[in-house]
Each structure stands twice: as structure tokens, then as C-alpha cells.
């Protein structure tokens, strides 16, 4: 089997091309030694002409195949190969006088197209298949015209009958089996790559985006009258990176940043993006829900009380955590590396919240503490001086209440 896959082979194969060159060698070597047993078996009972047939498709395929290593023209092989198969068991047929008296040989013929399907020929197998019928069909008009009688014993006709039919129908079996494992394999990685994509495609867009998005070639916007938004930053950020080689600090930001994202998934809350070492998450958008400034406190706390006990290789992290909460607008941008966002006041407050915090805290707007004072713990910071909006109030959320 090796010897045979080296035949031909070369370097820029496909797998599949590389298979199908192995199976067409395989299946002709066989066919050479089944030609050269059936011609001798005809010759024998002196049916000359009718022996040189299968021997004559023996040497022309062992001829086609040692160009074929030589040139490593597969096209040229495939053809040769599909013609030989195509005509010499027609020719088989007249030697021998007709349907029964050649026990069907022409049914051979029939391995040309259904190799046509397996071999890499599929747009041509349809004319394969009306050349066989042609031959079909020419065998049955001249039929009457040929010899009625050869010098075969009935006996020996009805073995090749049974011969020819067995073995052309397992061929033909053979071929059929394996071009519909074929489909399967190919339907089957078909499968598991639009999984693949549509998991990669939900890894980049909320679920509910990510099916729209599959369906429709659309721009994609929503109005939210009220949903919460967090932003997060490491403290000191660009100190720590100096201090840091490029692998450990993208191993510090892929350790805590993971952690987030286990967090954002409990509490089924959507994660927008990280730029550097800064971290937003939106809560009440695409998936609308009443509690999202409550849901997105919960998370504020458990990612503060994480940073806490954190601590790599002796170092330990600081955080500056804002959430604001209000109407926005969320929707897909771009057309390559397209990625879901948010836009409107709230968010620019909550970033606010984040740049003008206090390390180790958690600063929210009027409008989020409106939301959670009834629910959580909350200290008052007073005014502070918010960059475009002026002197606010803003508080520090400490808790949930029991």
C-alpha cells in the first residue's frame, strides 16, 4: 500500500486528492489481475478474441499507470482509466454474442460513471452514465445481428454470470458506500466548523446580535431607556507594565480579565470590551432586564472583593471600578472585526465614574444610586468636579443590604 501511494504523488496533494489517487491505482491493479484471469479462462475454451479483450485492458491499464508515475498527470490517468473501463467490456459483449452469451459483461461498463462520482469527476459522471447507456442501448439494436452461439459451456456462462454481476455489483457497492461516507465526513466537518463559527461569532457578539446578524445583512441598532453600564481600570497600569516583561503582563491581564469574564457570564450581564488594561460591561442590553443596575453592583463587588485578594508573584493590584446607568444606544460597527457597543450619556458618565474614582473603590452616578439605594450600602463622596458635566454628586457603593 505504500509503494501505491507514492505513485503519482506530490507534495501540494490534498488529503482527499492524495486518497482518490490511492483508491484509482488500488481499484485498477485489481481490475488488471480480474482482466488477466478472465481472458485466460476465455482463451482457454477457445474464445480467442473474446480473451484478448481483458487482456488487452491488463496492459493498457498497467501502461496508464506507469505514465501516471512518470507524468503525474491525474487528469489524464482518471480519463484513461474511465474510458478503458467504459469500452473494452462493451467490446467483451460483441466478442462473445450479445447479453447472455457474454453474461452481461457490459455491466463492467457501469463502474466507469459510478467511479466517475469517486474519482474527482462528478461534473462529468453524468456523461459517463449517458455513454454507458448509449452503449447500452447499441448493444441491444444490434443484438439481433451478432453470432447466437460461442464456445463457452453453459456451465462456464452461468459462472461468469454470476462473476460478473456478484463483482460488479460489489464494486459498485464498494464505490457507492464509500462516496456516501465520503458526503458524510464532509457534511460532518461542515458541521463542526459552522459551530465552530457560530461559537467564534458569539465569543465576539451577544447571542441575540450574533443570530441576527447570521440572518440578516443589516445595520443593527436598538434604543435602551435604561440600562447600567461598568467600566474598570487598573490603578498604576502603566508603572506595572514597565516593571513587567510583555509575557507576564499579558499573562496578569488574561489571569484577571478571565476571572471577570466568569463573573460577567454569572450574572448573564454582557461583556463590551477590554482596551488595555480597561474593562466594560453593560447590564440591560441586548437583553433587557429591570434589575440590571442591582445585577451589575453584585458584579462591581465580587470583581473588587477578587482584585483584593489577588496577588502575583508579590505584586498586587489596585482597581477604579464606575458604573453609571441611563438611556443608550447599542449596536454592531464595522464590517471587519465588527465588535457590539454602547453609546450615549450614561456611558460617558460611568467612565467618568471609573477615571475620577478613588483606587479600591466603587463610584456611582446619581442616576445608579437612585437605582440601588433601596438595595445596597451607598456613602455619600459629595461633589466632585466631572469633566464636561460640572460640579455632581456622586457615592461609593460598599455593599448589599441583608
Known sequence: MAVIRRIGAEAADSEDTRLQKTLL???SLMLIMMGLLWGSIYIAFDEPLAGTVPITYAVASSLSILLFGLTHRYRLFQFSQLLLILVLPFLLHLALGGFVNSSAAILWSLICPFGALLF?????????????????????????????????PPWL?????????GTVSAVAFILLHYFIGQESRFLELLRLEQEKSENLLQNVLPKEIAAILKDKNETIAEHYDSVSILFADIVGFTTLSNEMSPTEMVDLLNEVFSRFDALVTKYNLEKIRTIGDNYMVVSGAPRLRPDHALALARLALEMRAYVKEYQRNGKRLSFRIGIGSGPVIGGVIGRQKFH????????????????QGVPGKIQITQDTYKLLKDTCICLPRGKISVKGKGEMETWFLEGIKS
Not at 123 to 152: E, K, M, Y
Not at 157 to 165: D, G, K, R, S
Not at 350 to 355: G, I
Open 120 to 152: 474527482g469527476q462528478r461534473q462529468r459522471a453524468p456523461w459517463w452514465f449517458l455513454a454507458f447507456l448509449g452503449l447500452v442501448i447499441i448493444s441491444g439494436v444490434i443484438q439481433p445481428d451478432a453470432h447466437p452461439t460461442n464456445n463457452l
Open 340 to 355: 457590539y457597543d454602547v453609546w450615549g450619556d450614561a456611558v460617558n458618565m460611568a467612565s467618568r465614574m471609573e477615571s
Open 157 to 165: 456462462v452461468i459462472i461468469f454470470f454470476i462473476a460478473n454481476i
Open 25 to 27: 491505482i488500488g481499484a
